[in-house]
């Protein structure tokens, strides 16, 4: 990939996530808060924010649930494509470098998918269910941070052969 291309994915994602953040931010402002509301959950997102108005919010909840679902599935099938990419670029010009690639790419989807899910799940969900929805806060705010680094870890060939020996 040459600079010029990097640069432009990069400026571009800035761009629409900046764009993305304002609109709903937005919308927020305006919004009439009223008295000591308080959040069931540790996880101060925007859907959970926006109950707290003292006005109906249905409207905007569903325009932000749909808004940020649109991304957070969008964002999940451009990463899957380009790992299919990137496979089937790998298993054309190289069968001893395609069982590294695969390893490296199945901890990349590993994380993407751990990341992902809970947020296409809170944010394509249409029903709020506040027990499901404490749990998928704490999956991507406490469990995803925890696992990311153990899952990389675990590739690594001498942490394998330490956790081989530990298991004897």
Partial sequence: MSPR?????LVTAWVVDLMHSVVQLAFVVKLPFCGPNVLDS???DLPWFIKLACTDTYQLEFMVRAN????????FFILIISYIVIILIVQKHSSAG??????TLSAHITVVVLFF????FIYTWPYSSTHLDKFLAFFDAVLTPFLNPVIYTLRNQE???AMRKVCR
């Fill in 5 to 9: 291309m990097c640069i432009f994915f």
């Fill in 98 to 103: 395609s069982s590294k690639a695969l390893s």
């Fill in 117 to 120: 899910g809970p947020l296409i």
């Fill in 68 to 75: 940020s679902g649109f991304f957070s599935v969008g964002s």
């Fill in 159 to 161: 942490m394998k052969v």
């Fill in 42 to 44: 540790f996880y101060c």
